[in-house]
């Protein structure tokens, strides 16, 4: 059988038996096979490789396939695959939580475990609310960002922006009060309305500094932080979702390591594992723990998944934290900061780009399409198919185009991207 051949076979198989994210499959493109994944590139079964520059959702850190990660992973699987994590414990998930918790701010001391980012709010959120119960105190309001991406499970998506991915679910969701992000104008009307809730306010839950899936959003650390520092004073819990901020991404280890106020409790996941394996963490401050400690087995939380601190995942997360704290890795992160914002520059004069915004390793921009943005914009899937053909893969949201590298990635990889951005750009001149 040849290449050909299998491809078609792969692809016929694939549109047989699966469902894909994120796709409407009446519509979608045969999903493109990919046999092998090495550093930076993706290798379909023709032997094509692609610049893989949004970290296969965000999530790969270190590139595909690392050795060191996968050696650790393999080490770990011939000596302990899985155990339950109720009443049992292992080394991997007790120096992981000992080192995260050495990175995070002050006031982060317990860490839960579970699969993936959504169950990483999921659990934030029901510790506010329990919180909030074992207290015997009438606190179940919720305070989000307008146009927040938190995750697709349901409570997930209640403190995510009301969309055209919610609308079905829209009777099922909990309330929750929306509120602008910050800016030097507004900050006096978000004290007032925040002033107004607190006393029945369960928490505010936010993604730091950048609103990924919302198109890349950006504002100020300053804003945030002010904000913050208002919700404590009106003892406000905050729950800092940074499971796509975190591990670097910013340009710092964390979006919390920009602002000067801290979070009673942190959501992470996504690079977590360098893109390795699936997991979610949850950390919060010991006053948070401290509520759930009582002679009185009702004021338990009532959370677990099955693969709940999972060996493999917690090795794996240990191996990519340590290439993280590699001088190599920091310079690799601080190169592709710079390199970014020499880029920035070029973006910024041609005539079909507007809102071009970076922070760390993440590059986004808008192509103007006369319109407001939107996700559903059909210019996106036309400079994905051209930007494919060329080798990169990268995800438009709408017309909203970013760069979320590997930090593997070469100066001259880094500058081939850049270059071809910017010829499908201009193939799009009047």
Known sequence: MNTITKEISLQKRDKTVNWHPYTQMKTADDAIPIVKGKGIYLYDTEGKKY????????????????????????????TLE???????????????SENLLKLLPAGQEKVFYSDNGSTAVEVALK???????????????ILAFKNAYHGDTFGAMSVSGKSFWTRPFESMLFEVVFIDTPNAENLESLRRQIKEL????????????VQGAAGMLMYKAEDLSQL????????????????????????????ADYLTEKPDIMCFSKGLTGGTMPMGI???????????LSEDRYKTLFHGHSFTANPL?????????????????????????????????????????????QIGTILAFDFKTGNDTSYFNEIGKKLYNELLQRGIIMRPLGNVIYLVPPYCITSEELDFV???????????RE
């Open 127 to 141: 510790m506010c609310i329990q919180y909030a119960y074992n207290k015997e105190k009438k606190k179940t309001k």
């Open 313 to 357: 995942a917690c090795t794996a997360a240990l191996a990519s934290m340590e290439l993280l704290l590699t001088n190599e890795t920091q310079m690799n992160i601080n190169r592709i900061t710079h390199q970014h914002s020499e880029f920035v520059k070029v973006l910024a004069l041609h005539p079909h780009v507007e809102k071009v915004r």
């Open 198 to 209: 607190a006393d029945e306010a369960a928490c505010f839950i936010y993604e730091p500094l």
């Open 282 to 292: 949850t950390t919060c401050s010991n006053e948070i723990y401290e509520a759930f």
């Open 228 to 255: 913050m520092k208002f919700c404590r004073e009106e003892g406000v819990l905050m729950i800092q979702d940074e499971v796509f901020t975190g591990f670097g991404r910013t340009g710092k280890l964390f979006a």
């Open 418 to 428: 850049y270059q071809n951005i910017t010829e499908v750009l201009d193939q799009f």
């Open 82 to 96: 899985q155990v339950i994590f109720a009443g049992f414990t292992h080394e991997p998930a007790v120096q992981l």
């Open 51 to 78: 610049l893989d520059v949004v970290s296969s959702w965000w999530v790969t850190l270190h590139g595909h396939s690392h050795p060191y990660i996968a050696q650790r992973v393999f080490e770990q699987l011939n």
